[in-house]
């Protein structure tokens, strides 16, 4: 009788219809663009540097910041670290690859950074000059609907001349207005935000960065933490990047999303970008000055 009742109950289930299983959900996708910090750039010798310097490309980091819960891509770093030859053309043609990839956010930190460096015509004021490039810049942004990660202008004025010519530099007043302009863009776009580079950017070069580490905070000198361009991030400087980016990143992510609790300490950062090195070596000098 009981096998007879199991029987039944088989037969029945196998003309039930199928039930499908539930969906994998969708991973995201980070896609980063910019100019030669989120390239990877490293100085050396063969840019007159008298060290070879060190770096990782922004996309490096952020996949280890996203591991499995996020796919990060970018664009081709040979023409991001190229970006200083033709803003306009190459710009455009990042957000033509943002717009063709559909990513669900974008990484852009030092995107606008040349639309507002460089050389400009000198038969026009600097500051008309300067507006109307970071304006073209702004531009080819306002052609993306998703969320978008921007940063604001640094003060580059000392860079090393050979990476950077003081005639490409804004005014320290034209800066300030292109930061306004910046501002007041990322303002009247919902999908774009904006990430306090400039003021990390002071500190690193300026001020000398204090590193938040789970033993205690570690002053450091200004430029540890840049290569001997005094313009790009060394790999300890990209990890100090990452820790600033991870709040205003993370937000960009859906409430439900692993990614927008992520809160990685500052030494998960340094092992991301293999500065453990430049770590010791900054605890080291950090003695030092303190004997």
């Not at 030494?267 to 991301?272: D, I, P």
Request: aromatic share 6%; proline share 7%; net charge negative.
């Amino acid at each position: 009788m009981l096998r007879s009742t199991l029987a039944v109950l088989a037969l029945f289930a196998s003309l039930l219809p199928a039930q499908d299983a539930a969906p994998t959900p969708k991973k995201l996708r980070v896609h980063v663009i910019g100019a030669s910090v989120s390239g990877g750039f490293r100085d050396g010798p063969m840019f007159g540097a008298e060290e070879q310097g060190d770096s990782v490309t922004m996309q490096q980091l952020l996949r280890k910041w996203a591991g499995e819960s996020a796919r990060v891509t970018t664009h081709s770093t040979v023409d991001m670290m190229a970006m200083f030859t033709d803003p306009a053309r190459i710009g455009a043609e990042q957000i033509a690859g943002v717009r063709k990839a559909r990513p669900d956010l974008v990484v852009a930190v030092d995107f606008a950074f040349w639309f507002a460096y460089g050389y400009v015509d000198g038969d026009r004021p600097e500051a008309e000059a300067r507006t109307q490039r970071l304006q073209g810049g702004l531009d080819l942004l306002a052609t993306l609907d998703m969320p978008v990660l921007l940063g604001d202008l640094p003060d580059m004025t000392g860079a090393a001349r050979r990476m950077l010519n003081p005639r490409q530099i804004p005014s320290p007043e034209v800066l300030t207005q292109l930061n306004a302009q910046l501002a007041a863009f990322v303002a009247a776009h919902a999908n774009l935000h904006l990430a306090p580079l400039a003021k990390a950017v002071q500190a690193m070069r300026t001020d000398g960065a204090t590193l938040p580490l789970a033993d205690g905070p570690l002053p450091t000198a200004p430029g540890a933490l840049q290569q001997g361009d005094k313009l790009h991030a060394n790999r300890l400087g990209m990890a100090y990047l990452g820790s600033l980016l991870q709040e205003p990143l993370r937000d960009l992510f859906p409430a439900d999303h692993p990614l927008h609790v992520q809160a990685w300490t500052f030494e998960q950062f340094v092992e991301a970008c293999g500065a453990e090195g430049d770590l010791e070596l900054q605890r080291e000098a950090a003695a030092s000055r303190a004997r």
